[in-house]
């Protein structure tokens, strides 16, 4: 998950309710316990129709709920479930989804949750007005994408509230994934009349911010945490686990490290990137399955990177085996592809897509040597045999020590291998997401997580008109190709058309893979009950604290 339509406004602190214990995993004989949890910095919106991180979709995922949830299987893997919606039928075809919303369900300041509050947010997600990165997650429902491309009104999307408790959403072509789409978090119902009163202010403050999820945001104080309390009026707030959960915003791995080590964490995502080997020999960091791909992707609409036989050069200079074995050290496996391990190919088949669509490039020591001679010859037939025609070219990364040590090593492999400059440029999230989404640097350093579990979550974000679109890619005849994937009906020539997709883009050289993800992370030993998806999300909510012998 995974971003975000930058909102360049000031962040106000939300005022404070119900101040709480800040140490960890506090017992209170009244309100139960607290804990807290770093997932990231400062989050880019609070607002899940605009969210595109997964640290942003974790917190999103505690204070809103979809039609469908993600619950605990007993086996520490999440599941889906009914959640808003307590139950749905679908049509013989399989185009008409009926939601039962589930009577007696509130939000938090105590009004109801009805289907209309679906059907705004629905429409909201595809206007184009509204700006959202994540327009296209709806686009296999009927007249989405035609929305979207501004050529219908966001009134003619088949998301229909009935009557209050009935939702009703007609699909143009039948997909296997729809109720993962239920349950993500840009699908998620937000209030029409709190956003029509308070536009784009109504995340910043606690009496605005109305969420109708297990838990509700107390306090937000700017780049140093924001804290959540149990929400009264879930329909299931006598059976969540912590009182309370304070998600710390931090940025810097080491102190991550040492609040960990100080119990002033239970929780943490990020480590120092040097100390990641020994943590995992002494089983400190923990590693979970993660379906999700690390990439740079190419400015392609601007030289000097519009020419392919360039943007080939440099990825087949990446050493992806050295970032693997050196810097990232937890699991991590060389990317010879864009689509990870883990996503199903042809339903039925058992088969993984990757290991179906095979390598692109080699990724062994063998072949590297050989993959840097080819590149130094490509860039003499992109006509930069003298590399003083070639400018110096800017990398950009989001501000980690991870990030920062794979752009040194990109940056030192580029130069190297091929004898070119390439300045490197770490940047705060808002800073970073803001020039991808204007396209305005060279090299850009990302990744990808899906967002469900099929390729085409990997797929469609390249599409033209795709918020997500890092590259700024734009190929009629791709575009053409995902368009056909999403309507047909045939399935096996659906996955047949995917691995057509992923040929494209690579022959393209849009992007070049560097590694397939795992999730490592650090977990309090006294705490039990959290649950996870490899989509990258980790729950909280129904955790305990593990009582000492």
Known sequence: MRRLLIILLSFSIFSSFNACNNSSLQTDEVDGFSIAVCLSSEPLTMDPTLNNTIDGAIMLNHAFEGLVKWVDDGKGNASLAPGMAESWD?????????????????????????????????????????????????????????????????????AYALDDYTFEVTLHTAVPYFINIAAFPATFPVREDIIEKYGEQWIYKASTYISNGPYVVSEWVHNSYIRMKANENYYEVSNLGPNSIKFVLMRDNNAILAAFDNEELDFARYFPVDKAKKLSEQEQVKVANYIGTSYASFQTSKEPFSDPLLREAFSLVIDRNYIVSKITGTGEIAAAGLIPYGIYDAPGLGSDFRKEGGAYYGVSYDDYELSCERAKEL???????????????????????????????????????????????????????????????????????????????????????????????????????????????????????????????????????????????????????????????????????VEEN
């Not at 289907?115 to 327009?135: H, I, K, M, N």
């Open 90 to 158: 679908v049509s013989d075809d399989s185009l008409t989804y009926t939601f039962h919303i589930r009577k007696g369900a509130l939000w938090s300041d105590g009004e109801a949750v009805t289907a209309y509050d679906f059907e705004y947010a629905w429409r909201r997600l595809v206007d184009p007005e509204t700006g959202a990165e994540y327009s296209y997650i709806l686009d296999c429902v009927k007249n989405a994408a035609e929305i979207s491309k501004g050529q219908m009104s966001p009134s003619r999307l088949a």
């Open 379 to 545: 860039l003499a037939e992109a006509g930069y045999s003298d590399l003083e025609d070639l400018p110096t070219l800017e990398c950009i990364y989001n501000f980690g020590d991870r990030n920062r040590e794979i752009a040194e090593s990109l940056k030192d492999m580029w130069e190297t291998k091929l004898g070119v400059k390439v300045d490197l440029t770490g940047l705060d999230r808002d800073e970073f997401f803001n020039k991808k989404k204007e396209g305005d640097y060279s090299i850009l350093i990302n990744g990808w997580v899906a967002d469900y579990n099929d390729p085409i979550s990997f797929l469609d974000m390249w599409v033209s008109n795709s918020g997500n679109n890092d590259a700024k890619y734009s190929n009629t005849l791709y575009d053409e190709l995902i368009n056909k994937i999403k309507t047909t009906k045939d399935k096996e020539e659906r996955f047949q058309l995917m691995h057509d997709a992923e040929d494209m883009l690579l022959a393209d050289k849009v992007l070049a893979p560097i590694y397939f993800y795992t999730q490592p992370y650090m977990i309090s030993n006294n705490l039990s009950g959290v649950y996870y998806t490899p989509l990258g999300y980790f729950f909280f909510d129904y955790c305990k604290k």
